[in-house]
């Protein structure tokens, strides 16, 4: 089902509406955080539809604390004093075309809802190191702690120890304070979800990243949220990603990446050059040619590296390195 936005100002359709319809439950004022009685908060209306639309949610009293702690100013300013972004695309690019499989984006991922914890030996900066020494383009670091155990503090202390591969940060935005977050963090990529975000929102989030130096990857679920991000202002310094799972009942399935790829819209993609990331499910050397021969240039991994317990050897066995 599809609904309007709830965002003010905006009239595209999103599927993951921004805050219940009569407020939002939790809120944080100072060190406090309080509950506000809803008109009815056990209304169907005021309970998430999905585990994406919970996340969205718990993101707004988050990012309230967030910013009682430290003012958007401050985390601007850390944001432009951060060292130079490092080109996420281009990693990927170049590693596609030294390699001849897709580009290699490998997540730091040591739970999700899906699947609870994936890893329970997880040591962010070792799977990083070994993701890279395996011969990965770029990894992905999952940001939020309540639902997938990451955190902002994993990005810093990957990009501290000297990892060079680029870094997305995988965290649910909705709001420019978490982009520069991001920056001030180490990042040099973030992720931008259509179904999240309608076009409004899309556009300023993809400026506000450009103006400290990060690219976005832009992710995708349906034909219908592909054409509307080709049709945004501008794509500059954007990849894309076909998400292979649904977030409604979580399967995966590798085919909505093809069908996807198959559509006018998919076929715009290849023709306009952009890099799409085939992301999700994908857990065998067969997946990744499936993907690669829809059109694909780069693929997203998480759980099938992570859950291993060497995961260098997981990326060289993935892309037959
Ligand atoms: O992974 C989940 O269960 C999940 C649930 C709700 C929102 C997002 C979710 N995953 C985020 C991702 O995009 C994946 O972590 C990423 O594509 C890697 O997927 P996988 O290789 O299947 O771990």
Redesign the pocket.
């Given at each position: 089902m599809r609904v309007s936005a709830t965002a003010a100002g905006t009239s595209e359709e999103v599927t993951i509406r921004r805050r219940p319809p009569h407020g939002i439950e939790a809120q944080a004022c100072g060190p406090v955080d309080f509950k506000v009685a809803l008109q009815d908060d056990r209304a169907e209306e005021n309970q998430p539809r999905n585990?994406?639309e919970e996340?969205v949610w718990h993101k707004a009293a988050e990012i309230d604390r967030w910013r009682d702690r430290q003012p958007l100013g401050l985390v601007l300013t850390k944001a432009k004093l951060a060292p130079a972004a490092r080109d996420f695309i281009g990693a990927i690019k170049a590693a596609s075309e030294r390699t001849g499989k897709p580009g290699l984006i490998a997540?730091v991922?040591k739970a999700?809802?899906?699947?609870g914890v994936?890893q329970p030996n997880f040591d962010a900066v070792k799977i990083a190191q070994a993701y890279e020494a395996g011969g990965a383009a770029c990894l992905?670091v999952?940001t939020d702690s309540k639902?997938?155990q990451g955190s902002f503090e994993n990005l810093t202390l990957i990009r501290q120890a000297g990892v060079q591969c680029p870094l997305l940060c995988?965290e649910?935005i909705v709001e420019a304070y978490q982009v520069f977050k991001a920056r001030a963090s180490g990042a040099d990529a973030i992720l931008l979800i259509a179904a999240v975000l309608p076009n409004s929102d899309m556009n300023y989030l993809i400026k506000a990243a450009a103006s400290v130096g990060l690219q976005c990857l832009i992710?995708v679920h349906t034909v219908a949220e592909l054409e509307r991000m080709l049709a945004l202002n501008s794509l500059e310094g954007c990849m894309l990603g076909i998400?292979?799972?649904d977030?409604q009942t979580?399967k995966?399935d590798l085919a909505n990446t093809q069908e996807i790829m198959e559509s006018a819209a998919g076929r715009e993609v290849t023709a306009r050059g952009i890099v799409m990331a085939g992301?999700?499910?994908?857990f065998t050397p067969a997946d990744v040619a499936v993907v690669q021969s829809a059109g694909c240039g780069a693929i997203?991994?998480?759980?099938?590296?992570?859950k291993q317990g060497d995961p260098e050897a997981a990326v060289k066995a993935l892309l037959e390195l």
């Open positions: 585990i994406l996340i997540e991922k999700s809802p899906s699947k994936i992905s999952l639902f997938f995988k649910f992710e998400n292979n799972r977030l979580f995966v992301e999700s499910g994908i997203l991994v998480g759980e099938s590296l992570v």
